[in-house]
C-alpha cells in the first residue's frame, strides 16, 4: 500500500477513533491493516445497499410467502389415505434411508424369516424387495431351501424388466444348490407358473438348464409343457412331447391324454383321436376313475369328428361305458339317417338304451330312429308299442315318422293306430287324409276332414281366429274322396266354398356455445370487446366456432365477415367454416373458401385437405367428387399426407372398392414420411378385414409382421390384429398373437378379448374359445374383462353348430356369474331352439325374459315366428304375429313377412300367401329379391308359373330393383317342375342378358330336366356352357353364361346320368375327355370315371376320350388285366 500523506494520516486517526466508538470489539481496529479491511467491507455494503434497495418490494413479498407458507403448512400431519385393495398390491418407493433401514432388516434374517418375507413382498406386488430377499437367501452359506418360490422370483426379475440372459444365470445356479429331487419340484413349479403366462421360451430354455445339470423332466414336468404347447396351439411341440415321453417310457396321464385327444381333435385326425380316446378309457378303468372326470365335451368333438370322417360306425363301440349327452346320441342318430345305415343306427340305439337303463328313448330320438328304421316294419311296430305305452300324446315330429314308415311299408292299421294316439294338429291331420286317400281309404279320409279340419276351416273368414287355410290340392283330393265315397254334401260344400338419428372470455364463449346459447357466447364477446382489451384472431375464431356449434350458418358467415373486416382472419377462421359447409353439404361454398384463403395469401394445411378429403368419403353431396383429384392437389399444394389421411382414406376402402383406389391407398401409407402408429395399424387391418380379400389381408399382415420399426404396446391393437388374423382364417397367428400379448403382461380390454373369442368361434372352435373364457375367468386379472358380449360370441358359436345342450350350459354359466343378460342373449337361444327343432323350450325361455326384465324385439318374435314355420306350424306363426301387434308397438319387418311366406310356400297356401304379400306392401314393407324368391316358389308349388313371372316383373318395376340370381333359378325351377323345359332355358338366356351370372343350380336343374324327358345332348351342352368348354351354344357361349366356381358334384351327377341312360360312349366319354383337357381343376369322382371308361373300353380297348371327340391310341398295360387310365 502507497503510505499514508499527512493528511490523510489525521483523516484515518479520526476515522479510526469514530469506528472504535461505534464497534469498540472488533480486532480489526487495533491495526491499520484491518481498519483498511473493514473499510473495504462497507465500501462492498453500500454497493450491495444501491443493489438490495430497488428490489426491497419483490425481496418484501417473498419473504411474506415464505412465511405465509410455514405457518399455514409447516406443522400441518399429511393424512394417511386408505389404501385399497389393489393400491396395497404396489409397492412404496422408499427413500434412502428407508432403503437401508430396510436392506439391514433383510439381512439379518435367517433362511426362513426370508422366505417368509419373500412370499409377503411377492403378494404385495413389491418386486424390488423380493429381489432383496433372493440376494440375501442366496448369500447364506447353506443349501438352497426347498420351499422357496422360484416362479415368484422369475416373475418378480420379468417385472423388473430384468434380461433373460441373466434371470436363466440366476435359475442355474440355485437348482445346481438344490438336492436333485428338490430341483426338479421347484423348476416344475416354475414351469407351472410360465405355463399360466404361456411363455413357452422360457420354459424351454429352463428345460435346457434342467439337462444340463443331468437332471431329467419328470411326468408332471412334461404334462406342464403340453397344457403350454396345446394352449398356444403349438401341435407340432405337442407331439414331439408326446414321442419323447414314450421313447423315454414316462406313462401318460389321465390329463396327458386329454391334451391328447384335444390336439387331435383340432388337427381333425380322427385315427389318432380315437387311439388316444381309448388309452384314456383304459386308464380309467386301472385308475377306478368313472370317465365322467373328463370333460364331457370331448365326446361330443370325437363322435362330430367321426360323424365328419363317416367313421361313426367304428368308433362307437369305443363309447360304451362312457356317460354321454342327449346332444351326442342325438348327433350319432342324425348321422345314422344322413348315411341311411340302419345297422348303424340300431348300434347307436343299444347305447342309447345302455345310457338309460329301464326308460323308454326320448322322442327325439324315436324321431331319427324311426326314420332310419322306416323300412323295418316289426322294428318300427315295435318303437311304436314302447311309445305308446305311455300315457302321453306323441308330438308332430314322431307322429309324421311314423307316417313316412307307413307310407314306405304300405302298413294301414298301423297307420289306423297311429291316427287314434297322435295330436290332432293340423299338419298331422293333413297328413292323415293324403295317406288314407293315396291307400284307397276314402273313408277314412274324409270322416277326418270333416271331424277335425272342416270346423277349422269354416272359421276362415272370422281374422280372430284364422286356424286353417285349405291347401288347393288338398282340397282337390278330399272332394274326389269324397265323390268316390259317396259323399256328396262334402263335395257340395268344396264346391260352393271360397278359397285370403381474452381467455376467460374464450372458455365463457365456449361454455355458452356448448349450451347452445349462442346469444349469450356474442354477448360475452361485446363485453370483452368494450372493455377496449386489444383482441386477437383467437377470440374472433372462438366466436365463429360457437355459431357453427349452434348450427347458425348465416350467422357464422356473418361474423366472418366481421373478422375479415377486423384484419382477424386466419387459417383456423377459414378452416372452421370450410368444416361447416362441408357439414351443411355444400362442397361448392366450401371449395370458393379454399379460393378465397388463396387471394389473402394463406395456405391451406393438411386440416384443410382432410376435411374435404373426409367430406368426399362420408357426405353425400361430395359423393361424385374424385377423392384422389383432392390428394393431388394437396401433394401440389406441398402439404404431404398423414396418419389421419390415410386413416381417413382407408375409412372409405370396403367390399366393393376399386381396386386401384385399395392399391394407392396402400402405396400412400408405405410412402408416408411419418412412422406408422398403432392407431393407423389398426386402421389398417381393419380396413383390410372391410376389403373382403383374404389375399390382400394376408400380405399386409405379413408386411406388418417383418416391419420392425412398429411397436405395439396397446391391448386395442393387438385385438384388431386378433380380428385381421381371424378373418384371414389364420388360427395359429391369432394364437401367436394373443400369446404375444400375454407374455408381456399386457392385460387385455373387454374389447379386445371379444376379439379373441370371436376370432377362434368363427374358426370352427368354439369349444377353444369357451375354454378361453374359463382360463380368464380363473385369472384375477382379467376375470373383469368378461361381458355378456363374450359369452354370447360362444352362444353362437353353439348355435350355429345346432349344439342345445352346450348352448343352454353356457346360459346357465351366465346366469350364476351374473353376468348382464340382454335380448340378444335371448335372441340367441331362442335361435338356437329353432335350429335344432325344440320349440317347446321357447316358453321357459320367454319367462326368464320376464323375470330379467328384458322386453322382447322384432328380432325375437320373427326367430320365433321362423322356428315354427320352419317346423310347419304356419297357424301358431300368424298367431305370433298378431301377439306382437298386439301386445307390443313393434311393427313387423321384411324377415317376417318372408318366414310366414316361406310358410305357406312350405304348405302351399297361395291365396294366404297372396294376402300376406298385400298386408306387407299396405305397411310400408318393401319386398326384396329374398322375396320375390318365395313368391316364386309359392307360385310354382300351385301351378301358377304365368302368375310367377308376372309376379316378379310386376314388383320389380314397382320398386325399382331387379331380379338376382336366387329369383331367376327359382323361376328356372318353377319352369322344369311345371314341365316347360323350354321356358327354363328362355329364362336362362334372360339371365345372361340382364347379366346375371347363373350359379351351379342353376344348370344342375337345366340338366336334370334335359335327362328325365331324354335330352342327352341337350344336357352335355348345359354342362359345356356351365364350364365353359367348346360344344357350348351360341347363345351359351358367352363368359358370363360361365358358372365361377361350380359344383363338382353338378359335374359328377351329369356323368353319372348320361351314363345310367346308356350314352356314356358317345355323350359322356367325349365330355370327360374335354373336362381332363380344359378344367382339370373339376374333381371328378374315380368311380363316375371308371363307370364311363368301362363302357367306353368295351368298344376300343387301350384308347381315351380326347377333347376333339376321336380316340387316342394308347400303350396298353399289363398281361390282359384291362386298361388304366
Not at 470 to 487: H, W, Y
Not at 730 to 752: A, L
Not at 1014 to 1037: F, M
Request: hydrophobic share 40%; glycine share 4%.
Amino acid at each position: 500500500l502507497k503510505p499514508f500523506s499527512p493528511d490523510e494520516t489525521s483523516t484515518y486517526v479520526d476515522i479510526q477513533s469514530l469506528i472504535r466508538i461505534r464497534y469498540p470489539l472488533d480486532h480489526r481496529l487495533m491495526n491499520p491493516t484491518g481498519l483498511t479491511s473493514m473499510i473495504s467491507d462497507m465500501d462492498f455494503l453500500s454497493k450491495a445497499s444501491e443493489v438490495i434497495m430497488p428490489l426491497r418490494a419483490e425481496l418484501f413479498l417473498f419473504c411474506a410467502a415464505v412465511a405465509a407458507y410455514f405457518l399455514l403448512f409447516a406443522n400441518r400431519v399429511p393424512r394417511t389415505r386408505k389404501s385399497s385393495p389393489k393400491s396395497m398390491k404396489k409397492s412404496p418407493r422408499l427413500d434412502d434411508g428407508q432403503d437401508e433401514t430396510q436392506m439391514s432388516k433383510v439381512d439379518s434374517m435367517d433362511a426362513s424369516q426370508l422366505q417368509e418375507a419373500l412370499s409377503s413382498a411377492f403378494e404385495l406386488g413389491d418386486n424390488r424387495k423380493v429381489l432383496r430377499c433372493w440376494a440375501a437367501l442366496k448369500h447364506l452359506d447353506q443349501d438352497a431351501p426347498s420351499s422357496v418360490s422360484l416362479s415368484h422370483v422369475v416373475e418378480s426379475m420379468q417385472r423388473m424388466k430384468q434380461d433373460r440372459v441373466l434371470i436363466m444365470r440366476e435359475i442355474k445356479a440355485f437348482l445346481k444348490r438344490c438336492q436333485p429331487e428338490a430341483a426338479v419340484s421347484l423348476a416344475n413349479d416354475l414351469l407351472e407358473s410360465l405355463g399360466h403366462r404361456l411363455d413357452t421360451e422360457l420354459m424351454e430354455k429352463v428345460s435346457e438348464a434342467l439337462a444340463g445339470l443331468n437332471l431329467e423332466l419328470d411326468k408332471r414336468s412334461y404334462e406342464i409343457f403340453l397344457s403350454a404347447y396345446f394352449h398356444t396351439r403349438n401341435f407340432a411341440e405337442v407331439s414331439r412331447i408326446v414321442s419323447e415321453m414314450v421313447s423315454k417310457q414316462v406313462p401318460l396321464s389321465i390329463q396327458a391324454l386329454v391334451v391328447v385327444v384335444k390336439t387331435a381333435l383340432r388337427q381333425g385326425n380322427f385315427s389318432e383321436a380315437s387311439e388316444s380316446f381309448r388309452q384314456l378309457k383304459l386308464r380309467w378303468n386301472l385308475a377306478a376313475a368313472s370317465p365322467s372326470s373328463a370333460p364331457r365335451n370331448i365326446v361330443a368333438q370325437l363322435v362330430e369328428l367321426a360323424c365328419k370322417e363317416q367313421k361313426l360306425d367304428r368308433f362307437v363301440h369305443d363309447l360304451e361305458g362312457v356317460p354321454l349327452s342327449d346332444d351326442v346320441l342325438m348327433a350319432m342318430f342324425s348321422e345314422s339317417t344322413r348315411q341311411k345305415d340302419p345297422c348303424l343306427a340300431l348300434a347307436v340305439e343299444q347305447l342309447a338304451r345302455s345310457q338309460m337303463p329301464q326308460k323308454p328313448l326320448p322322442e327325439a330320438m324315436c324321431v331319427l330312429l324311426v326314420r332310419c328304421l322306416a323300412g323295418d316294419r316289426s322294428k318300427v311296430e315295435a318303437i311304436f308299442e314302447e311309445v305308446s305305452s305311455s300315457d302321453k300324446e306323441m308330438s308332430q315330429d314322431l307322429t309324421l315318422s311314423f307316417m313316412s314308415s307307413c307310407q314306405l311299408t304300405g302298413n294301414v292299421s298301423l297307420a289306423k293306430l297311429l291316427y287314434k294316439r297322435s295330436s290332432k294338429l293340423v299338419p298331422v291331420l293333413v297328413a292323415f287324409v293324403r295317406y288314407f286317400i293315396d291307400c284307397g281309404q276314402f273313408e277314412e279320409a274324409c270322416d277326418i276332414y270333416e271331424e277335425h279340419l272342416a270346423p277349422l276351416q269354416s272359421k276362415k273368414g272370422d281374422e280372430a281366429s284364422k286356424s286353417f287355410f285349405v291347401d288347393p290340392r288338398l282340397e282337390r283330393s278330399v272332394m274326389n274322396a269324397a265323390l268316390r265315397c259317396g259323399r256328396s254334401s262334402l263335395a257340395k260344400n268344396f264346391l260352393d266354398s271360397s278359397p285370403s338419428d381474452v381467455a376467460k372470455h374464450i372458455t365463457m364463449i365456449r361454455n355458452s356455445a356448448a349450451a347452445g346459447n349462442l346469444p349469450g357466447a356474442i354477448s360475452v364477446f361485446e363485453s370483452l370487446q368494450a372493455s377496449g382489451v386489444e383482441l386477437n384472431s383467437i377470440v374472433y375464431n372462438t366466436v365463429i366456432d360457437a355459431c357453427v356449434e349452434c348450427h347458425d350458418l348465416k350467422t357464422a358467415e356473418e361474423w366472418m365477415k366481421i373478422t375479415r373486416a377486423a384484419g382477424m382472419t386466419d387459417v383456423v377462421s377459414y378452416n372452421t367454416m370450410i368444416k361447416a359447409h362441408l357439414h351443411n353439404d355444400h362442397f361448392s361454398k366450401a371449395r370458393a373458401l379454399i379460393e378465397e384463403m388463396k387471394g389473402e395469401g394463406l395456405r391451406p394445411n393438411r386440416v384443410t385437405f382432410n376435411e374435404l378429403i373426409n367430406a368426399v368419403v362420408t357426405r353425400r353431396e361430395a359423393r361424385g367428387i374424385n377423392i384422389w383429384d383432392i390428394v393431388a392437389e394437396m401433394q401440389d399444394a406441398g402439404v404431404t399426407p398423414n396418419q389421419v389421411t390415410c386413416s381417413i382414406l382407408l375409412k372409405n376402402l370396403h367390399a366393393r372398392s376399386d381396386p386401384r383406389a385399395i392399391t394407392k391407398t396402400m402405396d400412400l401409407i408405405t410412402s408416408m414420411e411419418e412412422p406408422m402408429d398403432e392407431v393407423l395399424l389398426s386402421s389398417v387391418v381393419e380396413a383390410c378385414v372391410r376389403i373382403g380379400k383374404p389375399d390382400l389381408l394376408s400380405q399386409k399382415l405379413k408386411q406388418l409382421k417383418d416391419d420392425k420399426n412398429v411397436v405395439i404396446n396397446g391391448s386395442h391393437t393387438f385385438g384388431s390384429l386378433i380380428k385381421a388374423y381371424g378373418h384371414a382364417r389364420d388360427i395359429d397367428n391369432v394364437w401367436k398373437c394373443w400369446k404375444d400379448m400375454r407374455s408381456r403382461h399386457i392385460r387385455p380390454t373387454s374389447i379386445t378379448l371379444g376379439c379373441m373369442v370371436e376370432a377362434v368361434v368363427s374358426n370352427g372352435d368354439t369349444e377353444g374359445a369357451y375354454e378361453l373364457i374359463h382360463q380368464m375367468k380363473d385369472d384375477a386379472q382379467c376375470c373383469e374383462a368378461l361381458n355378456s358380449v363374450i359369452y354370447c360370441s360362444v352362444l353362437k358359436g353353439f348355435t350355429r353348430e345346432k349344439k342345445l345342450d352346450r348352448a343352454f350350459s353356457v346360459y346357465g354359466e351366465m346366469k350364476k356369474m351374473r353376468v348382464d343378460l340382454s335380448v340378444v342373449t335371448y335372441n340367441t337361444l331362442i335361435d338356437v331352439c329353432a335350429r335344432c327343432g325344440r320349440m317347446e323350450h321357447v316358453p321357459e325361455i320367454l319367462e326368464d325374459m320376464k323375470a330379467q326384465g328384458v322386453k322382447p324385439s322384432v328380432i325375437t318374435f320373427s326367430t320365433m315366428l321362423k322356428g315354427h314355420c320352419q317346423q310347419g306350424d304356419i297357424h301358431t306363426g300368424f298367431t305370433i304375429l298378431e301377439q306382437m301387434k298386439k301386445e307390443t308397438n313393434l311393427k313387423p319387418d321384411e324377415i317376417m313377412y318372408n318366414s310366414l311366406l316361406d310358410g305357406c310356400a312350405q304348405s302351399n297356401l297361395l291365396e294366404e300367401g297372396m294376402h300376406l304379400l298385400a298386408r306387407m306392401q299396405d305397411e310400408g314393407v318393401k319386398p326384396s329379391n329374398f322375396t320375390l324368391s318365395i313368391l316364386v316358389k309359392l307360385m310354382s308349388r300351385a301351378r301358377k308359373l304365368d302368375q310367377a313371372f308376372s309376379l316378379v316383373a310386376e314388383l320389380a318395376t314397382k320398386y325399382g330393383f331387379s331380379p338376382n340370381i336366387h329369383v331367376y333359378t327359382n323361376l328356372v325351377q318353377a319352369c322344369v317342375s311345371n314341365k316347360q323345359l323350354s321356358r327354363g332355358l328362355s329364362t336362362l338366356q334372360e339371365m345372361i342378358r340382364q347379366r346375371v351370372q347363373p350359379e351351379s343350380r342353376t344348370y344342375a336343374i337345366l340338366i336334370r330336366g334335359s335327362l328325365s324327358v331324354g335330352l342327352y345332348e341337350q344336357a352335355s351342352e348345359l354342362l359345356r356352357a356351365a364350364l365353359g368348354l367348346r360344344g357350348a351354344p351360341a347363345h351359351l357361349s358367352e363368359a358370363s353364361a360361365q358358372v365361377a366356381q361350380m359344383d363338382p358334384s353338378v359335374v359328377n351327377e351329369a356323368l353319372t346320368g348320361l351314363v345310367e341312360r346308356g350314352v356314356g360312349e358317345e355323350i359322356a366319354a367325349p365330355l370327360l375327355g374335354d373336362i381332363h383337357q380344359f378344367r382339370p381343376n373339376i374333381r371328378l369322382d374315380a368311380a363316375v370315371q371308371r363307370r364311363i371308361m368301362s363302357g367306353h373300353m368295351g368298344g376300343s380297348r387301350g384308347k381315351l376320350p380326347q377333347a376333339n371327340g376321336y380316340m387316342q391310341q394308347r400303350p396298353m398295360k399289363g398281361r390282359g388285366k384291362g386298361a388304366s387310365y
